[in-house]
C-alpha cells in the first residue's frame, strides 16, 4: 500500500476515504508544516494531502530533486503556496479541489458585505459590553445594501457566485474587472476597467492567490475607491497590500472592510483589530463540514486517480 501523508486532521469520511486506498499518516499539530516537514513529506512518501500554508515552494524541491512523492493534492482550491512549476520539474503533479468551495465562499463575501455595512460585529460588541441604551432614530445607523453597486475583482467561478447573490438578492448592479473577456457572467453584469470597478460601492476580491496577483489590491487601487466604499476580501491575503489597507482605512480614504483572509496570517495588524468599521473573520470560507467533507473527498478522488494512472480529475495546470 502507498503512503499518503495528510498535513492536518480532516473530516472523518474523508479519512475513511483515504484509508481504503493508502497506508495514511495524518499530523496530530494543527501549523503548516515546517522546513524539515516539507522536505520530509516529499522524501518519505508516496503522496500528500496538503493545505494552505505548506509552502512546497522552488527552495523544497530543490534540496529534495527526486521526491519519493509523486502528487501533491491540495485541500482547497486556492494553491499558492505550491511553487506549481518547481513540483512539475521534479515529476510531482499537483492537483486542487475546484468548485466545492464556491457556494460557501461566496455565502462568506456576503456575510462580510452585510455585517461591516450594517456594522453588526461594531454592535454585537456593543451589546455584550452592557453598552447598548436602547433603539434610537440614529442610533448604530449603517449603509443600506440593497440597489447599491458592486464592483467584484475577478468573475471565476467564486466572482460569478457573488454576482448572482449580488443582483438576485440584493437588486445590485454588478460591475466587474477580469484579466481576460468573460462572455457569460451569469446575471446582468458589465465588465469594466479596474479602476472602474473600486469605484463601485462595494468591492469583492475573488481573484487567485500567486505571484500575478500578488498585492494587486495597492495604493492606487484604494486611492480610487469612493470615501464611503466598503473593500471586501475573501481570495488570498496576499492580493492585498495590507499596508496600504490599513492607511486607506486610518485616513478615511475609505469606508470599512470585511476581511476573511490576511496577508501573513494568523497574524492581523492590530490596527485592523481596533478598528470598528472592519468586520474580520478567521479564515472561515469554506468551514462547513458538508464543504470541508466534499473537498476532502475531491482530494482524495485526485488521489485515487493517480494512484490508478488516470487522468487527474483536477490538475492545475501551469
Known sequence: M???LITRAMPV?????AQAWFA?????EEAPLSAAGLRAALRDYDAVLPTLGDRFQKDVFADVPKPRARILANFGVGYN???VSAARAAGVEVTNTPGAVT???ADIAMTLILMTAR???EGERLLRAGSWDGWGPTAMLGTHVTGKTVGIIGLGRIGKAIAR?????FDMTVIFFNRSVVSNPGCPARQVSMTEAMGADFVVVAVPGGAETHHLLNAGAFAAMRRSGIFINISRGDVVDEAALVAALESGRIGGAGLDVYE???EVPEALVRMENVTLLPHLGTAALEVRESMGLMAVENLVAHLEGRDLPNRVSM
Open 103 to 105: 457556494d460557501a465562499t
Open 13 to 17: 469520511r474523508v479519512l475513511e476515504a
Open 81 to 83: 503556496h505550491i511553487d
Open 2 to 4: 502507498q503512503r499518503l
Open 264 to 266: 501573513f496570517e494568523p
Open 165 to 169: 447573490r449580488c443582483h438576485y438578492g
Open 119 to 121: 456594522r453588526a460585529g
Open 24 to 28: 495514511v499518516t495524518v499530523r496530530d
